[in-house]
């Protein structure tokens, strides 16, 4: 049976990692699925590392990406420490999903017959201390009645239920489009090759998600969720590419003031 207290030993990383902490700007950058380590109290969750390394054990490209915006708008960034196949950070913890006994057809052996003690390890080691942290970082950015826009940084595969996606970005909104939308018609007018998903494939009025719908969406703070295609940026080089493509994009669509205010 797992011990809360040592799910984490002093071999492993820290379960929150933060770039640019300080950073100056009126944005904050998230990155829910940015590693694929496991601790080692796990022993890989069973698994194979190669398993690990597909997108089943993190957002592929997603965190590169997410530093590179960081950098170029001053902006603090967050990232996950640990696999989504250990606890998935960006998921109710309630939810079925947030520790999967299978994903994608493959059995999790590590995370089959979970106990109560085994999920609260994760919760408290792994979970909270991301989402504690980053409502440090809102609460931080929401002082003296300003209004962030957060951007959340995330991958997606090039085929699913053996469909090819066509799209090599996707922007996903909810009620409020303000940045999905302007970001959109950027891109588009920047990037004639590129198609881009305006909610696709994936759509933010499906109510799975959890880190833009608890820390943005109840304060209206404006906001936006990037799945790049993990084909295009599963290297350095794509990785690069992308991440100046939508820093380019964003560069227009954060001067816009009007965006600062809470929907």
């Known amino acids: 049976m797992q011990n809360t207290k040592n799910l984490l030993t002093d071999q492993d990383g820290a379960a929150v990692h933060l770039v640019n902490e300080k950073g100056a700007a009126s944005l904050i950058i998230t990155c829910d699925h940015a590693s694929n380590d496991v601790p080692k109290s796990l022993d890989n969750l069973g698994l194979d590392q190669s398993i690990l390394n597909q997108h089943m ?20 960034a967050i ?7 250990v606890i998935d950070i ?14 994608d057809g493959v059995i999790i052996p590590k995370n089959r ?12 080691e792994l979970y ?6 980053l409502s440090e970082i809102v609460e931080a950015k929401t ?4 209004m962030p826009i957060m951007i959340s940084v995330h991958s997606c595969t ?15 909104t909810n009620h409020d489009r303000r940045v999905g939308e302007a970001l959109i018609a950027v891109l588009e007018e920047q990037n004639p090759d590129l198609m881009i998903g305006d909610n696709k494939p994936y759509s933010g009025w499906d109510p799975y998600g959890y880190t833009v719908e608890n820390h943005a969406v109840p304060r ?16 350095e080089v794509g990785q690069t590419k992308y991440a100046e493509i939508l820093r380019k994009a964003f560069a227009v669509v954060l001067e816009d003031k009007d965006l600062y205010t809470a929907f």
């Open 57 to 76: 054990g993190y957002d592929i490209g997603a965190a590169p990406i997410a530093k590179i915006l960081s950098e170029a708008f001053d902006a603090p």
């Open 79 to 85: 990232f996950s420490g640990y696999s989504r196949l």
């Open 90 to 103: 960006n998921r109710p913890v309630d939810d079925f999903t947030s520790i999967r006994a299978i994903s």
């Open 113 to 124: 017959r979970v106990t109560c003690e085994d999920k609260t390890a994760r919760h408290e």
């Open 128 to 133: 909270w201390p991301y989402h504690d942290r």
């Open 143 to 146: 002082a003296n009645d300003q």
């Open 158 to 172: 090039d085929e699913m239920h053996g469909q090819k996606r066509p799209w090599h970005i996707g922007v996903l």
């Open 220 to 235: 209206g703070m404006p906001n936006v969720l990037l799945e790049v295609r993990q084909d295009l940026i599963a290297d």
